[in-house]
């Protein structure tokens, strides 16, 4: 459908989710649950690596830090427990573009006040947020601004900034700056808050500088042309880079080269002026920070992809407005520091200059790690020492700061600090520096000291940042627990909070990590092709001491393998577009298996207890649906989900047609559960039980979206696996993790509060097959997240007094229903504010009506029984239900609805009448029995679509608007209009 295809061109990159649900994306009030909440018997965690991704900014205020990184979210430093701790695990997959944060400022009168901008061009429909928090994290408040600028969190250049700022005297002030403008029409990249970031306004004179006078594809792949300062691709596109605020004055760096780029206005007048013709235009600023006597500091770098051939550092004094060089521009620096205590104290760090560091001393059997260069000063920039890790005084002199240590985590060990944005010292000591770096956060000890005895020393210190990208998962009843790892490897994990081992020697980034289900002391792994790769594959015999290499028969696929007899094994490689090969020699040769059709990566899946056989998953779609406008939607025979069965070792296969494929990510491997059956998840198709080797495949009828399904221990030995599942039981179910325990029959609420972004580029969940109730998550950029049952948890039983629970969305309201216990004499409605439960009133009845609630919000109840003289307040309120109230009637959808055709261009405009307090509207077509998103951003009340629709083609479709932060969906269903293009 030509419709739909425009929207779906670069779907893999897309978050939109085009689906089953009314609309992807847009919320619709909760009724009543299908899954018991038992969440609260649960506990979540990240898997102890240690960073393993690019922390691109660190700011302080006067005792406290946050760290900022470009995929995995946003952390504040513990000083308690010396440990970062992450603040954005609340953040579901649809809003998972918002793990890519910009920028930060911190209110320099309240160090609990924070504001973080964040979005990500190709993931969350461009979504581009303000996240404030004046709880030190606890608690945020999401402001949307995307239809004022966009910001690419993982984009060039997310190593500069900071591109927001409060100011000081007066914070509710608060500029911000965009890579670029919404669109073509959106009227400046810098906008600007009176009300502490409740309303932001774009700032007119800074749009009259003309910077951006260009416009670029936001994405590549979409249909907005946004204003930029160059028409570079989206990605490359940094416009605002830095603002910083005092003495009541603004000052704006710019990603933009040959031109001034850093300009001043006064806080009051917004007008602004070339900062200074003294500073340079061939390059680009990379920070501007404020030392105690009111001084900036600039510093600059040649390119945005850390380019740091040149760049250089100046101070700027506002008193004088003189600007004066003092650092070398031969380097490209990301950032000059001044420490607040004493000004004189400076620190700076190139971003991409590639020059030594040392791990012990150089020799010709260890040389250098290639990386970044540090620098202080103790006489206010005139004179500079490089005091990098193993630096001496001269050749064969005496260290002027010691070699790197690794802080406890020996997979760093030889790997450099590289693209270092920040250096800043610690707020609670000037003697200890912070370094951000493209594989964590590295600390400087003794900055200041030039003792000999007390040398400064360079330390790996990510403690609670994981930012790992896992894109494999191996657990085995005999206690392993393997994974897959984007650009380090992989490791194994003994337990969540001790730091995982990697295997040795290492490839880089590392696509498939399979174990023989018949002996587990044989492994494999394999290379994801990416570039970042110094091995292919490698095998071991004896449980990961010993790696031997391979020839696998692709990188980038998936591995497993089968036993032929005692001691001959198989390995069974797939690749990324669908091929199955296999070797019986370790690589040494390979034949391709038959009977498999699929067109993106298969995953397959040995049988336990009988290695002849082998089960596999795979999609089979054409791209042409998503490139081509002028053909059909598929046919089932063209996009379908796939469950093939092997009978000899995976030589050949068998497949069956499982459902059609939902255009969103393929849902991986195939969950086994134990009795010869197999579970394969089917996206917005819901989920289906593969049974006798393929003959019977049933759809589960209480499954309404299964993005991936994953398998664990059983409940009791010898009973069905455990399925765990990242979906949605009911439409009106929370999107989260859900556990089963009877084979997919009913489901159980786990997770829908610490879900990190979803499951990322992995799309996996593994069940711990050792220890009942845990489970591993991969993520997009929050490394591996584990969920384990609480300590003294046990799994309720029928006869523990907890009613089942409905609840029905009423106007500001909420109406709870349950069933009545045979012995209870009354019962307390609770609901969940500030992380513990209250009570908010007793009652005799079975229902209750909870009042004055906010509209658009959710809230979480329980009923609790009384009984025999006492509350059953047993497993901390596992019937917990979640609901939004509705908003007071009005008119929330649009009305009045019209279409204008043109038989020119084959095209069709609606036009609606607009709808009072929308600051978006939707637009959804019915296709294949079920209505498909394919925009949430339009901002006016009109909208057109695409030229060249197919003649004579039927389309039903439906506008909704968002009010108040809700999509009224059920009444533009039901105002629908069917148009057929001419």
Same mark, same amino acid.
């Given at each position: ?40 018997? *649960? ?76 979005? +990500? ?51 509710? $002030? ?26 932001? !306004? ?21 249909? #907005? ?17 830095? $603002? ?23 806080? =009051? ?77 400076? #620190? ?86 912070? $370094? ?48 897959? %790892? ?12 001790? %730091?995982?081992? /990697?295997? /040795? ?59 032929? =007899? ?29 009977? #498999? ?66 255009? +969103? ?21 819901? *989920?289906?039980?593969?049974?006798? !080797? ?30 765990? *599942? ?22 159980? +609420? ?68 349950? &069933? ?19 009570? $908010? ?15 658009? !919000? ?31 009637? =009005? ?8 279409? &204008? ?45 695409? !030229? ?35």
């Amino acid at each position: 459908m030509n419709l739909f295809k425009k929207t779906f061109a670069g779907l893999l990159a897309m978050s939109m989710a085009a689906s089953a649900v009314p609309f992807a994306g847009m919320s619709i009030a909760a009724v009543q649950a299908s899954a018991q909440d038992i969440s609260s018997t *649960m506990e979540w965690g990240t898997l102890r690596i240690g960073g393993g991704g690019f922390v691109s900014g660190i700011v302080t205020g006067k005792e406290v830090m946050y760290a900022r990184t470009d995929v995995g979210g946003a952390y504040k430093y513990n000083y308690d427990t010396e440990c970062w701790e992450q603040l954005f695990g609340f953040i579901n997959e649809a809003d998972r573009g918002l793990l890519s944060v910009d920028a930060m400022a911190i209110d320099p009168t309240d160090d609990d006040t924070v504001y973080f901008l964040c979005g +990500c061009a190709y993931f969350s429909s461009e979504k581009t947020v303000i996240f404030k928090t004046t709880d030190g994290g606890k608690t945020f408040t999401e402001i949307d601004v995307t239809s004022l600028i966009k910001v690419m969190g993982n984009g060039d250049g997310r190593q500069c900034g900071e591109s927001i700022a409060v100011d000081p005297d007066n914070p509710n $002030i608060i500029y911000a700056g965009g890579d670029v403008m919404s669109d073509d029409k959106s009227l400046s990249a810098l906008i600007k808050s009176t009300d502490g970031g409740k309303t932001w !306004k774009p700032v007119i004179g800074y749009d009259d500088l003309g910077l951006f006078s260009k416009t670029c594809k936001w994405p590549t792949w979409g249909n #907005i042309n946004a204003r930029s300062v160059t028409s570079d691709a989206y990605n490359n596109q940094n416009g605002v880079a830095n $603002i910083a605020i005092t003495g009541g004055k603004v000052y704006v760096g710019t990603s933009i080269k040959g031109v001034a780029n850093v300009h001043v206005a006064n806080v =009051k007048d917004d007008k602004y002026s070339v900062l200074s013709k003294d500073l340079p235009t061939d390059v680009f600023p990379s920070r501007i920070n404020v030392d105690a006597n009111g001084d900036l500091l600039i510093t600059y770098i040649a390119g945005l992809a850390f380019n740091g051939a040149s760049g250089g550092g100046y101070r700027y004094s506002p008193k004088t407005g003189k600007a004066e060089p003092i650092f070398d521009s031969a380097y490209g620096l990301g950032s000059i520091w001044a420490d607040p205590n004493n000004p004189d104290h400076l #620190i700076a760090g190139t971003c991409g200059k590639w020059q030594s560091q040392l791990w012990q001393a150089w020799t010709e059997e260890h040389g250098p790690a290639w990386g970044d260069q540090y620098f202080r000063s103790f006489d206010g920039g005139k004179t500079w020492q490089n005091f990098s890790p193993g630096q001496t005084h001269g050749w064969n002199q005496p260290l002027v700061s010691n070699y790197l240590q690794d802080g406890g985590y020996s997979w760093i060990v030889d790997k450099a600090i590289h693209w270092s944005g920040t250096v800043v010292t610690d707020p609670r000591n000037s003697d200890r520096m912070f $370094i951000t770096s493209g594989n964590g956060v590295f600390i400087c000890e003794n900055l200041w000291s030039t003792d000999q005895d007390k040398l400064p020393t360079f330390t790996f210190h990510p403690d609670g940042i994981e930012e790992v990208v896992s894109l494999d998962f191996v657990s085995t009843a005999d206690g392993l627990d393997l994974s897959a %790892i984007g650009d380090y490897d992989g490791f194994v994990h003994e337990k969540e909070n001790k %730091i995982g081992l /990697q295997y /040795q020697p290492n490839m880089g980034s590392t696509s498939a990590i399979a174990v023989c289900p018949q002996n587990t002391d044989v492994w494999a792994r394999t290379a994801n092709g990416d570039g970042n790769n110094t091995g292919s594959a490698y095998y071991t015999l004896d449980r990961g001491k010993t790696w031997t290499a391979f020839t696998p028969a692709c990188t980038g696929g998936k591995l497993s393998i089968t036993e032929l =007899k005692k001691g001959t094994y198989r390995i069974i490689n797939t690749s990324a577009n669908g091929a199955v090969s296999y070797s019986d020699d370790f690589g040494k040769t390979w034949n391709k298996s038959s009977g #498999i059709d699929a067109s993106k990566t298969v995953y397959t899946l040995v049988d336990p207890k009988d290695p002849s056989i082998v089960y596999a998953s795979g999609v089979k779609y054409n791209e042409y649906w998503a490139s081509d406008m002028t053909k059909k939607e598929p046919t089932l025979d063209e996009c379908h989900y796939s469950f093939y069965i092997s009978t000899d070792y995976g030589a050949t296969f068998t497949a069956k047609t499982v459902c059609r494929y939902d255009m +969103c990510d393929s849902s991986g491997d195939p969950a086994y559960l134990g009795d010869g059956s197999i579970i394969v998840a089917g996206g917005w198709y819901g *989920m289906y039980k593969v049974s006798n !080797k393929g003959a019977s495949i049933e759809k589960l009828d209480n499954v309404f979206y299964a993005k991936t399904v994953g398998y664990g221990a059983p409940e009791k030995t010898g009973g069905l696996n455990t399925l765990y *599942m990242y979906g949605r039981p009911a439409e009106s179910d929370p999107e989260g993790i859900y556990r089963s325990t009877d084979g997919g029959k009913s489901w159980d +609420c786990i997770n829908t509060d610490h879900l990190y972004g979803g499951t990322g580029n992995g799309n996996y969940l593994v069940g711990d097959m050792d220890e009942f109730g845990k489970v591993y998550m991969s993520t997009v950029g929050c490394g591996i997240v584990y969920g384990k049952l609480t300590s003294g948890s046990t799994i309720p039983t029928d006869d523990e007094r907890i009613p089942k629970i409905s609840a029905e969305a009423l106007e500001n309201s909420v109406k709870l229903s349950w &069933n009545k216990m045979s012995d209870a004499t009354k019962y307390a409605v609770y609901g969940y504010q500030n992380g513990k439960w209250v009570k $908010i009133d007793e009652t005799s009845s079975t229902s209750y009506t909870v009042k004055n609630l906010t509209a658009g !919000k959710s809230y979480k109840f329980a009923v609790v029984t009384y009984a025999k003289g006492k509350w059953y307040t047993n497993y901390a309120y596992p019937n917990a239900v979640t609901v939004t109230p509705k908003a007071a009637s =009005k008119v929330t959808y649009p009305t009045n609805i019209k279409v &204008n055709y043109s038989e020119k261009y084959h095209q069709v405009q609606f036009v609606w009448d607009k709808v009072e307090g929308a600051d978006k509207y939707g637009i959804a077509v019915y296709l294949a029995g079920k209505w498909r998103v394919q925009t949430s951003n339009v901002t006016t009340n009109s909208f057109v679509t695409p !030229k060249n629709l197919t003649p004579g083609m039927t389309y039903k479709v439906a506008i909704a608007a968002r009010v108040g932060g809700t999509w009224d969906t059920a009444n533009a269903i039901k105002n629908a209009v069917t148009v057929t293009i001419k």
